[in-house]
């Protein structure tokens, strides 16, 4: 024994993690109020028709609204750059793509309404992004450590999957009507909410590694080993 203890590896990895959570669930957030100014700055009552209407060309704020999708979009990346999800980037492709291709006028969707290819691409990546969306949540749920974190995943999940199946078949079998807006926006709300907390537990975790490992580097392995993290 010589009396010199090993010293834990530098904490530049859990920085940058830290990092990565923390923008990620802002541009998350900050993409969202983006897209919220452009639906307010369209014509007509904001909590009327599809949120996407929005985004349609020559509309005040269409393309902003677009670009909000497209940071949201870069958000949903970055967490699942953070998390390793595959779900996660699947799901941040189809919104890229969503905000990429805007629908036409009033959004039509078969088989009520006339639509063209741009529609049915912008609606499918939509509708395919939010079932993707529903996957990680519950994937998030089911294999998670932290308390906080599968607290978030399950509400989230629990309010998705059934407001989102109403939805669905809402739009299958009625169409425009107001109850299918009022829970679109239900369910983009409760996405939002979902990927921003998720970020900032991820960021939580962050500094609680950075603090765990400052305290082994002062009191070395025997108080690592008695005070480690389960």
Not at 20 to 32: E, F, I, K, T, W
Not at 63 to 76: D, F
Not at 106 to 130: K, R, Y
Not at 215 to 229: D, H
């Amino acid at each position: 024994m010589t009396g010199t203890q090993e010293r834990p590896a530098p904490s530049q990895s859990v920085r940058a993690a830290r990092l990565l959570a923390g923008a990620s669930a802002g541009a998350v957030l900050g993409g969202a109020v983006i897209m919220l100014a452009g639906l307010v700055a369209a014509p007509g009552p904001w909590w009327q028709g599809y949120v996407s209407e929005a985004g349609v060309a020559g509309l005040p704020l269409a393309g902003l609204y677009r670009a909000g999708l497209i940071v949201l979009a870069v958000g949903v990346a970055g967490l699942g750059l953070r998390l390793r999800a595959v779900l996660l980037l699947v799901a941040a492709g189809l919104a890229a793509v969503s905000g990429a291709v805007p629908c036409t006028g009033g959004c039509p969707l078969p088989p009520f309404e006339a639509s063209t290819g741009a529609d049915v691409v912008h609606a499918g990546a939509a509708i395919l992004g939010m079932v993707v969306l529903a996957g990680a949540m519950a994937e998030h749920w089911m294999i998670t450590r932290d308390r906080a974190a599968r607290w978030v995943s399950g509400i989230a999940v629990a309010i998705t999957v059934p407001v989102g199946g109403a939805l669905g078949l809402i739009m299958l079998f009625a169409g425009r009507v107001m109850l299918g807006a009022a829970l679109e926006r239900l369910l983009l709300v409760v996405a939002v909410a979902w990927l921003v907390g998720l970020g900032l537990t991820l960021l939580r975790s962050s500094v609680i590694v950075e603090l765990w490992r400052k305290e082994v580097s002062r009191n070395g392995w025997l108080t690592w080993n008695r005070r480690s993290p389960r």
